[in-house]
Nanobody, 115 residues
Framework: QVQLVESGGGLVQAGGSLRLSCAASGTIFSLLDMGWYRQAPGKQRELVAAITRGGGINYADSVKGRFTISRDNAKNTVYLQMNSLKPEDTAVYVC?????????WGQGTQVTVSS
């Protein structure tokens, strides 16, 4: 079974940066499409960024130009570099992995941005 473990969350001031990591195990990582979602209390879960097994990338409009998703297949890890953070970015960030007929989620890591 696929396991995903996030790290790198924390408390930062507006304008600061964080780098989230998601380490995967239990499958062939290079075959996974990976994504970062976020969810704040009372709000819908939204896709922040995604990177396919072929390297294709998509971002939510709200983070374009500020966030960068990348993957290192040798380390079985996907990253989310978050710059110019805003209070509106505050949420639990959750790593997601997709493969044919399967979908997996990490436990999430809290990101809090103060004004």
């Amino acid at each position: 079974q696929v396991q995903l473990v996030e790290s790198g969350g924390g408390l930062v001031q507006a304008g600061g940066s964080l780098r989230l990591s998601c380490a995967a195990s239990g499958t062939i990582f290079s075959l996974l499409d990976m994504g970062w979602y976020r969810q704040a209390p009372g709000k819908q879960r939204e896709l922040v960024a995604a990177i396919t097994r072929g390297g294709g990338i998509n971002y939510a409009d709200s983070v374009k130009g500020r966030f960068t998703i990348s993957r290192d297949n040798a380390k079985n890890t996907v990253y989310l570099q978050m710059n110019s953070l805003k209070p509106e970015d505050t949420a639990v960030y959750v790593c997601n992995a997709n493969k044919i007929r399967a979908n997996y989620w990490g436990q999430g890591t809290q990101v809090t941005v103060s004004s």
